[in-house]
Nanobody
Framework: QVQLVESGGGLVQSGGSLRLSCAAS????????MGWYRQAPGKQRDLVAG???????NYSNSAKGRFTISRDNAKSTVYLQMNSLKPEDTGVYYC???????????WGQGTQVTVSS
């Protein structure tokens, strides 16, 4: 059974930091691209940051310079370090795993991040 379990969300003041974690089980983690997505109320789910199986990263324009995605293949975990948080970063953050060859995708249940002004 595949599980992606996010943690680390919460309420933080503007300018603060949070570190999200996503622990994966039931998949060959090293063969999956991993990504963090954000869904604000009433809006679509958008990519925040992604990391390939070999560690190549990409970020949304709003995340560049403030957020860092990383992965620990030995722990089957992907992280999102978020610094200098802004109220517009508020939303539910979801972890996604995409199998490199088949393209099959799995989603976590999400973790709420709220940034107060």
């Amino acid at each position: 059974q595949v599980q992606l379990v996010e943690s680390g969300g919460g309420l933080v003041q503007s300018g603060g930091s949070l570190r999200l974690s996503c622990a994966a089980s039931g998949i060959s983690f090293g063969y999956h691209l991993m990504g963090w997505y954000r869904q604000a109320p009433g809006k679509q789910r958008d990519l925040v940051a992604g990391i390939s199986s070999v560690g190549s990263t990409n970020y949304s324009n709003s995340a560049k310079g403030r957020f860092t995605i990383s992965r620990d293949n030995a722990k089957s975990t992907v992280y999102l370090q978020m610094n200098s948080l802004k109220p517009e970063d508020t939303g539910v953050y979801y972890c996604k795993a995409r199998q490199t060859y088949s393209g099959f995708e799995y989603w976590g249940q999400g973790t709420q991040v709220t940034v107060s002004s």
